[in-house]
């Protein structure tokens, strides 16, 4: 089958003929219509995070996917071929990824059918960034009229994030790189800050004097930076990082700061896709790639430049 893979950590990603994946008795088998693009990829095929996680070369990258159900393993009952589902999944060993056209993942993992009218190109691009957005929110424990601060707004989970806030009544400031007040409006940001050109310190302190209600930073990668970063949040306020840069030693001590991670399932699937069936928000998807666009699309977002959501479309169909 066609997939996006590398030979190794230091290895860039090709378009590649790559075995199908092995199913067993607990899997379903899916023929891939379309597949997210997330930093989570790259960041585990080249071990900059998990490092000590055992990968299978060669490394066929991603996590996220929508297709239809092709055949199901004998002690499945949840799923049954024909069924259009997307989720989110990472093999043990990793490496088994969903750049690919067909995928087989644990009917206990973080997989759900696809709720009517959502189109499979869409429902992929729900999963990783679609449930971080959601758990955040519920980590945050904000109530309507209070603050939310964004720091990298403007990529996937950024976008949702923004959006199911807005949908909350929060006051949503969004700190952005380059000018992107346009889109983040359209999503319900109340502020858009480009902290290329602006002082985002003074930018915050004139919009929220007292400091913001809860801090979400989604670029930093140095416990430093995020440090600094709290200090814009109130006394008592929370501050989240999804780079696991807190570090309570340096952290002032008068907010909450939590190093967030995702706990994937399909209950949460299910909650972000009937919001978006529902209209509380879209999903933005910025990019279409096909599997050969993939390569050079990747060295794009590591450079920073990504934004919004990009989605491989592995079948025409989708």
């Known amino acids: 089958m066609r997939a996006i893979a590398a030979d190794g950590t230091d290895s860039d990603p090709v378009l590649s003929e790559v075995s199908e994946p092995q199913m067993s008795a607990d899997d379903i088998r899916v023929a891939v219509k379309a597949a997210a693009v997330n930093p989570f990829d790259w960041k585990l095929a080249r071990g900059e995070i998990i490092p000590d996680m055992e990968r299978h070369w060669p490394f066929v990258y991603g996590s996220d996917f929508a297709g239809v159900v092709t055949e199901t393993g004998s002690n499945v009952n949840r799923f049954a ?26 009917e206990k993992s973080a997989v759900t059918t696809v709720p009517e009218p959502l189109d499979l190109i869409s429902a992929a691009s729900l999963p990783t960034s679609g449930m971080t957005a959601q758990q955040i929110l519920e980590a945050a424990e904000l109530q309507a009229g209070e603050n939310l601060l964004i720091i990298g707004a403007a990529g996937g989970v950024g976008s949702f994030l923004t959006q199911l806030a807005a949908a909350r009544d929060l006051r949503v400031i969004a700190v952005t790189k380059g000018d992107e007040s346009a889109r983040m409006g359209s999503l319900g940001a109340a502020r858009t800050i480009d902290r290329t050109v602006d002082n985002v310190g003074a930018a915050v302190r004139d919009e929220s004097p007292g400091g913001v209600d809860a801090l979400v930073d989604l670029s930093s990668h140095d416990s430093t930076v995020f440090a600094q970063h709290c200090h814009y949040v109130r006394d008592g306020g929370v501050a989240l990082t999804t780079n696991w840069v807190s570090d309570d030693s340096i952290n002032p001590s008068n907010i909450e700061t939590i190093n967030f991670g995702l706990e994937a399932n399909a209950g949460l699937l299910d909650t972000v896709a009937a919001a978006t069936v529902a209209g509380t928000i879209q999903a933005p998807v910025d990019f279409r790639l096909s599997l050969s666009d993939v390569p050079a699309h990747l060295e794009f977002m590591r450079a920073g430049k990504g934004r919004g959501k990009a989605v491989i479309v592995v079948d025409d169909e989708a």
Not at 87 to 101: I, K, N
């Open 81 to 106: 071929p024909g069924d259009r589902v997307f989720g989110q999944y990472v093999s043990h060993p990793a490496g088994h990824g969903t750049y690919a056209e067909i995928v087989t993942v644990p």
